[in-house]
């Protein structure tokens, strides 16, 4: 193969599947920090907690908002433990580790729409690759929705 070949099927390829890699680098991030589960007073917008669904499990489940859990005195529990707060807390490296993460899906959506640009600009099919990037974006939200 030519590398003019190899270079035009990277671009199809990749212009396939830059929806499915903006979609899993956003809502990854938000998994970092947990931000798709309800904890303390914070409830995470549905629209949150159903794609981070579809990236964990895939599926999307219309009216699937879940509600936090009744609290535990309610359940005739005297409450959390004494060691409750200090397990609640992250270590600093830990959530060092976790911005430094949140680096990757970052630098993959700028490189994702760097790369979208570019196979929609830089190849002579521009048809072609408008067909390659709606079909990537529809194909998985028409599965979701079946």
């Known amino acids: ?5 190899i270079r035009k099927g990277h671009s199809y390829i990749g212009l396939f599947i830059a929806p499915s890699v903006l979609f899993f680098s956003l809502t990854g991030a938000v998994q970092l920090f947990s931000l798709h589960e309800a904890h303390g007073s914070y409830q995470p917008p ?5 794609l981070s669904s579809v ?28 060691g409750a707060q200090e397990d609640d807390r992250t ?7 976790k911005w ?9 959506v700028v490189s994702t729409t ?6 929609l600009t830089q190849i002579r099919q521009t048809r072609m690759s ?11 939200v028409g599965l979701i929705v079946l």
Do not use: N, Y
């Not at 193969?1 to 070949?5: D, H, R, V």
């Not at 760097?114 to 196979?119: A, E, R």
């Not at 408008?130 to 998985?140: S, V, Y």
């Open 55 to 82: 990236h964990k499990d895939q599926v999307f489940l219309f009216g699937d908002h879940h509600t936090p859990p009744e609290p535990q005195a309610a359940a005739g529990k005297a409450g959390p433990g004494p």
């Open 130 to 140: 408008w067909i390659l990037l709606i079909a990537g974006t529809r194909i998985p």
């Open 46 to 50: 549905a629209v949150v907690e159903k």
């Open 114 to 119: 760097f790369g979208i640009w570019t196979g």
């Open 91 to 97: 270590p600093p490296s830990t959530l060092m580790l």
């Open 1 to 5: 193969m030519s590398p003019a070949t």
């Open 100 to 108: 430094f993460f949140l680096l990757v899906p970052l630098g993959l």
